[in-house]
């Protein structure tokens, strides 16, 4: 992401919650975008009342 948003986690606020998400599973498909990144778009979504098509481009698809 390349602009800052109300929104978004600090990376110390990330530290904190990081554990309570699953590692990707061994043999599995890769994970191809960063968690961090796909919680700060659900807390944009959630924070500004807008729909999943209406987040801003720089967010991960």
């Known amino acids: 992401m390349t602009k800052a948003y109300r929104s978004n986690l ?3 606020q990330w530290e904190l919650i ?4 699953p590692e990707a ?3 599995g498909r890769p994970r ?3 968690l961090f990144a796909v919680v ?3 807390l ?3 924070c500004e009342g807008c ?9 991960p698809a």
């Open 51 to 59: 729909t999943w098509r209406g987040l801003p481009g720089d967010f």
């Open 25 to 27: 599973k061994p043999g």
């Open 18 to 21: 990081a554990d309570l998400f």
């Open 40 to 42: 700060n778009g659900i």
């Open 32 to 34: 191809k975008l960063a």
């Open 44 to 46: 944009y979504v959630l």
């Open 10 to 12: 600090t990376w110390e």
